[in-house]
Structure formats: C-alpha cells, structure tokens
C-alpha cells in the first residue's frame, strides 16, 4: 500500500492551499483517513479527520478554515485549507487506516509528507 500527499507549497498568510492524498494497492476498504500536521519542535497533531461515511472530526484551531472531504471511489482525500497563517505551518502527514481483503482490523498507513509554510 501506498500512502502518497501532493499540494503543499509556499503561501502568503490569508492564502489557501489544497492539500491531495491518494492510497494504492492491495485495498479492500478504508475506514478513516485524516491529515496530520508536525512544526518544528512540536508533536505531531491531528488536523482533520474524516470516516468512510462522511464523519468529520477537526482540531480547534483549524474549525471554520480547514475543510476535509473525501473521494472512496479514487481511495483520495483532500484538505482545502483557507485563510492560512504562518501557525499553520508545517510539515502535513496524510494517514490512513486501511482493511486489506479477508482482515478483520485496519492497518495505519503514513505518507511522506508534504511541506506547508505560510509567510506572514
């Protein structure tokens, strides 16, 4: 399986930004898939979240700015991010948690990242 994050880039604050992620191979199903984020020197938090039923879940922070949607057909889910701030900066995980056929339990997978840096 492959976990794979496009979109990140260099962003003026008030910019936006969109943020892709597409999973590949052996995939029966995917339950969850959400977006982490990691700054310099923090913990790796959630961002947004979002279940194979269209349930979101968001970080404070980013309630009202981030929208996370979800296509099960092409196993891709999006981060629109708006109204960006240098806060925001940071290096986005994707992170999915996959039912290979005939399991039971998902496994998690993570991307490589993608960089996001809004300037102020």
């Known amino acids: 399986v492959q976990v794979v994050e496009s979109g990140g880039g260099l962003v003026q604050a008030g910019g936006s930004l969109r943020l892709s992620c597409a999973a590949s191979g052996n995939i029966y199903q995917i339950a969850f898939m959400g977006w982490y984020r990691q700054a310099p020197g923090k913990q790796r938090e959630l961002v947004a979240r979002?279940?194979?039923?269209?349930?979101?879940q968001y970080v404070d922070s980013v309630k009202g700015r981030f929208t996370i949607s979800r296509d099960n057909a092409q196993k891709t889910v999006y981060l629109q991010m708006n109204s960006l701030n240098p806060v925001d900066t940071a290096v986005y995980y994707c992170n999915a948690h996959i039912f290979h056929p005939t399991a039971i339990v998902t496994q998690q997978y993570w991307g490589p990242g993608t960089q996001v840096t809004v300037s102020s």
């Open positions: 979002i279940t194979n039923d269209g349930r979101t």
